[in-house]
């Protein structure tokens, strides 16, 4: 029987409809209390989630309630584009606004390593990971995220930013971990459940922030801030991950969706 | 005839210048009425006592508290008047007889004929509180925020002093309100209209130390007018008359003084009696300002009734009954018959002139010949500012 | 000798709170030279510059030589009280439920007599100090003090009811991650306050000095971020009800100008936290505090802004700050305004460069967060609108009053 596509697009939504595809919600809620990244404070500062009513029923709007928010492009569950890193500023089509939308929609890896984290906050993805991870599951695709399960979302935010007076310390890649998967694996993106794609030591490797540096520099992307990452399987759930469409933006807050097929 | 007082230059006499035709517009506690109203009556009796018409006058003297924007010279086109002398004399509890002082002149001089001499408040329920805050720019900056007791706390300072300084007590201050209380019990519009014991008034309520109840007036509603006009004007119009053997006024008087202990007369107390030609002793009533006992006290003393000082032995010696010895305020004075605003400073006067005449309202002073009126007010900051009085006699 | 003031009860849920009132604040313009005087704490007379006559009440000519060079300067403030009285009547709604009140004439050394609130160690006939204090409605008043200090003479009811002593009071300190907030902890602490609430924003960021501060007696840490509308809502919502004092000690400081800042995004910070963060402060207590003016021993009593000297004339070496500061200031001033029918004292209290690291490159001197605390709970109980701490700040108010026009062109460098 030859398939017809567009019999198999609705047949996807029907399924999403009945629930024998599932719809996992990776994102967390925007929320004024929500940690941000932390530079030292000479910096810049991303801006964290900001909600200010314009009217609520009242004086200011009788009959409706709406807000203005502001927001950093790098603050909750958000995109990470090719232009956020100096390495990624020249490659064509670099910036949220003219990422070709079709790499919104990809296939995921999710590699857990919730156990190490839980060992140990400065848990080190390497090399030898992930070829053990492939020996178990297989082999990462091109053109694939790979997800790192660390099942950060879960902390209270003390230990979630695990900021101490030498940094953050939080679970993360080394750089060859991120070079491998780049130039061995040719994966999508990476994503992770931490406030960045880093290990938060990471501006002491080399090069510093090497998953910055790395995927952006070969036109990959990033999600961090990801949640419910032990929900999908190892292989086979695909992502939905499309950012506002801000002129020259360098990622966005977004909703991050994963559908999986219902055990 | 002329005079050389203490200054060296000369006073005129008032000769020729009459007073007559006392009116006074039964007090009441509060008025719903304005303060023109209660200057209408006032005008109104005043011409019909007079024999004149309103159009007749042709001088007019207004103080009042209560006319809000309306100066006198508003109040001639709200009354209809088209007088050609005009002035407005925002004196307080002195402006009777400084208004006296200059309709006596204007008379005298030919500026105007038939000066009227009027003052009138009226007492809503709650302008009392509203003029004590905006009286002046001294008490707005530094009496007011300070308690806001008003003229009582003001007076109680001032009597507090003066009982240190020469021993009075409480019980001479008594005797005065006392004795005026016995007087106002003969005149039908006298807001206090019950007896009062000595025992009644050490206990009653404090007010502000060592102020009690009976020292304080009551605010009211009221007005008072006379005339003044050539004696044989007054003749003519067959109107009892007195005239003005002397007069006085004084401001800002004794700056130095760090509390007030005595009052503008002082500085002036030698002239009066000299333009007056008659001595302390020839006076039949005295009619004080009262806004409170402790200022009756330093106008005895200042006026040269007795030293200062004495005071309280002066009190001791008199009954100061209509019908005793040394009448003083006959008509129970402001602290029995009330405060009717400016009106107070006039209460003397129109009391003086009926009692003088021969047509008193409550008991006569048997055979008055003369009488002393004296006058005080303007307490802008710590003191009264204003002082004035006059010696009136009986004419022919 | 002054009663002690006791630790007040806890209130009757059922009982009505006691609104509100002042006394009449209206002024001449010219008396408002007593007001200046009396925000900075300073006693003050007219002084003829011509004869030398001191005077009083404030006058627009001497009333010795009519000159009108009669500027209000500091005058000896000794006297003798000659007079008193117990007002107890009053036709004030404000005195009429505060009577018996006392009021009293003071004779000063320096001429004038002055008629005065009496603090309740005072007596007729004796040698007393006068000051010149901001009443319940913000208005000059004097009061007579004992010619020296006597036991518990803060607490003396008429004398607390022109301070704002925190002595039993409720204090919020919204931001305590700083050594500024910190230190106003432990001031406010030793000053007697019945509960510290200190601010912490971001409770995930660790801080310095984070363990001293909750060690601190009475020190309670709440959630708390001025940036964050939700944030200041909530806590108001938890404890607004019960703050009398508010410590604004949340701060941005950023060297450079406005060029250097390159882009707007540190400069709406700055105003984020120093006027928008004001104004939701100001939005979530303000109305509480103001209800609450007249609530008894520990009633809402002040509102403190800790500003830069440089609000009241740019630095450009860190002109973007200065402006932030300026914005908070003009809003405070507003603030003032809309809390005084509350009889709820704004304090604005002016430091020069704080010997903190975001002032690590300027020279000496500067004012040390513990020094910067203990004159913002002094000027409280003192009862002062207008602070200036530490050389630098009074160097700049008197340049100011004196040129600003030399002031502004010198600080450009």
Redesign the interface.
């Known amino acids: 029987m030859v398939s017809n596509p567009a019999s198999d697009l609705l047949g996807f939504a029907r399924r999403v409809a009945s629930g024998s595809i599932k719809v996992v919600d990776l994102t967390q809620t925007l929320t ?2 929500f ?1 941000t990244i ?1 530079l030292p404070p ?1 910096f ?2 991303a ?2 989630f ?4 314009i009217s609520r029923y009242d004086e200011r709007g009788p009959a409706w309630y709406w807000n203005n928010f502001t927001v950093s492009e790098h603050a909750g569950t958000h995109f990470d584009a090719p232009i956020h890193w100096i390495s990624g500023k020249d490659l064509p089509n670099n910036a949220v606004d003219t990422i070709d939308p079709r790499k919104f929609i990809a296939p995921a890896n999710v590699v857990d390593c919730s156990a190490e984290s839980a060992a140990n906050a400065d848990f080190e993805l390497t090399v030898p990971f992930l070829e053990a991870w492939e020996k178990e599951h297989g082999r990462i695709g091109a053109g694939e995220w790979v997800l790192l399960r660390t099942d950060w979302s879960k902390k ?3 230990e ?2 695990g ?3 030498d940094g953050a310390h939080t679970p993360g890649p080394v750089p060859e971990a991120v070079k491998w998967l780049v130039e061995e694996r040719d994966v999508h993106g990476f994503g992770t459940e931490t406030i960045g794609t880093d290990h938060g030591q990471g501006h002491h490797f080399n090069p510093p922030f090497p998953a910055h540096f790395y995927m952006h520099g070969k036109g990959r992307f990033g999600l961090q801030c990801l949640t419910n990452l032990d929900q999908l399987p190892p292989k086979g759930a695909v992502i939905f991950s499309a950012p506002l469409k801000i002129k020259q933006g360098s990622g966005s807050p977004l909703r991050v969706l994963a559908l999986v097929e219902a055990a | 005839m002329s005079l050389t007082p203490s200054n060296g230059s000369a006073r005129r006499a008032y000769d020729g210048v009459v007073m007559c035709a006392p009116v006074t517009i039964p007090y009441v506690r509060y008025s719903t009425d304005t303060a023109h109203w209660w200057i209408g009556r006032a005008l109104h009796q005043l011409t019909g006592t007079a024999g004149i018409r309103p159009r007749d006058i042709d001088g007019l003297v207004l103080s009042s508290f209560t006319t809000g924007a309306d100066s006198a010279v508003g109040m001639t086109q709200h009354l209809g008047l088209s007088p050609r002398w005009l002035d407005h004399v925002p004196m307080g509890g002195a402006s009777g007889i400084i208004g006296l002082r200059r309709a006596a002149r204007a008379v005298q001089n030919g500026d105007a004929q038939f000066v009227a001499v009027v003052a009138g408040d009226t007492n809503h329920v709650d302008s009392f509180r509203k003029t004590l805050s905006s009286f002046s720019r001294f008490a707005q900056d530094a009496v007011y925020p300070y308690g806001s007791g008003g003229a009582n706390a003001s007076f109680a300072l001032i009597t507090r002093n003066y009982m240190n300084m020469f021993g009075a007590k409480r019980e001479d201050f008594g005797k005065l309100c006392v004795a005026q209380r016995d007087n106002a019990l003969s005149i039908p519009f006298a807001m206090m209209k019950k007896k009062l014991t000595l025992e009644e008034y050490m206990k009653a309520r404090p007010i502000s130390d060592p102020l009690h109840l009976f020292d304080c007036v009551m605010p009211c509603a009221g007005a008072e007018a006379f005339l003044v006009c050539r004696e044989d004007v007054a003749k003519s119009l067959g109107l009892p008359a007195v005239r003005v053997l002397s007069t006085i006024e004084r401001h800002n008087s004794f700056p130095d003084d760090p509390i007030q202990y005595r009052g503008g007369w002082a500085m002036d107390v030698e002239e009066f009696w000299q333009m007056a030609g008659v001595k302390a002793d020839d006076v039949d009533l005295l009619e004080t300002y009262d806004d409170y006992p402790v200022i009756v006290t330093l106008q005895f003393e200042d006026l040269g009734f007795c030293k200062k000082g004495e005071g309280k032995d002066f009190i001791r010696q008199h009954t100061f009954t209509t019908d005793g010895t040394f009448p003083h305020n006959t008509s129970g004075g402001q602290l029995s018959t009330g405060q009717a605003g400016a009106a107070g400073g006039h209460l003397g006067i129109t009391e003086a002139i009926r009692q003088l005449t021969g047509q008193p309202i409550g008991k006569p002073v048997q055979d008055a010949k003369i009488a002393v009126v004296s006058g005080f007010g303007m307490i802008n900051y710590d003191r009264g500012l204003s002082s004035g009085a006059a010696v009136l006699a009986r004419a022919s | 000798m002054t009663e002690p003031l006791k630790r007040p009860k806890r209130k009757d849920p059922l009982k009505r709170t006691q609104q509100p009132l002042y006394p009449q604040s209206v002024r001449s313009r010219t008396a408002h030279g007593l007001t200046k005087a009396a925000a900075e704490g300073r006693f003050e007379l007219q002084t003829c510059d011509d004869c030398s006559t001191v005077f009083y009440p404030p006058r627009d000519a001497c009333p010795n030589c009519l000159s009108d060079r009669v500027p209000f300067r500091p005058v000896d403030d000794n006297g003798k009280l000659i007079a008193d009285t117990t007002i107890r009547t009053s036709t004030d709604p404000y005195f009429r439920e505060r009577t018996p009140w006392r009021v009293g004439l003071t004779k000063l050394d320096a001429g004038p007599v002055i008629l005065s609130h009496l603090h309740g160690d005072v007596l007729e006939g004796q040698r007393v100090r006068l000051a010149l204090k901001l009443d319940k409605g913000g208005a000059p008043v004097m009061i007579a003090l004992p010619e020296k200090d006597t036991p518990n003479m803060a607490d003396d009811p008429h004398l607390r009811e022109m301070t704002c002593d925190p002595k039993f009071r409720r204090v919020l300190i919204t931001d305590g991650r700083t050594p500024v907030g910190q230190a106003m902890a432990k001031a406010f602490s030793d000053a007697g306050a019945n509960i510290v609430f200190v601010g912490i924003a971001d409770p995930w960021k660790p801080f310095p000095g984070q363990d001293e501060l909750k060690k601190i007696e009475r020190v309670e840490i709440v959630a708390l971020d001025v940036t964050d509308s939700e944030s200041v809502t909530e806590q108001a919502e938890q404890n607004g009800g019960r703050i009398d004092i508010v410590i604004n000690t949340a701060e941005h400081i950023r060297a450079g100008g406005i060029m250097q800042r390159h882009g707007v995004t540190v400069a709406r910070e700055e105003m984020d936290v120093r006027y928008f963060g004001l104004m939701r402060l100001a939005q979530a207590f303000g109305p509480a505090m103001r209800g609450r003016g007249a609530d008894g021993v520990n009633s809402a009593t002040a509102f403190v802004n800790l500003l830069s000297v440089h609000a009241l004339m740019n630095w450009p070496q860190y002109g973007a700050y200065s402006a932030a500061e300026a914005a908070s200031l003009s809003a405070a001033q507003c603030l003032r305004a809309e809390l005084r029918s509350g009889g709820v004292r704004v304090m604005n209290v002016f430091f020069g460069p704080l010997d903190t690291e975001w002032f690590q490159t300027v020279p000496p001197p500067k004012v040390t967060p513990a020094a910067l605390a203990k004159a913002v709970v002094q000027a409280l109980q003192h009862g002062l609108e207008d602070v200036f701490v530490g050389d630098i700040a009074e160097d700049i108010r008197a340049r100011l009053a004196a040129n600003p026009k030399a002031l502004e062109r010198e600080l450009a460098g």
């Not at chain 1, 900001?50 to 009513?53: D, G, P, V």
Request: charged share 35%; hydrophobic share 25%.
């Open positions: 004024q209390e940690p932390v000479e810049g500062q801006a964290p900001r909600l200010e009513e209270p935010y003390s979630y930013a900021m101490r007076d």
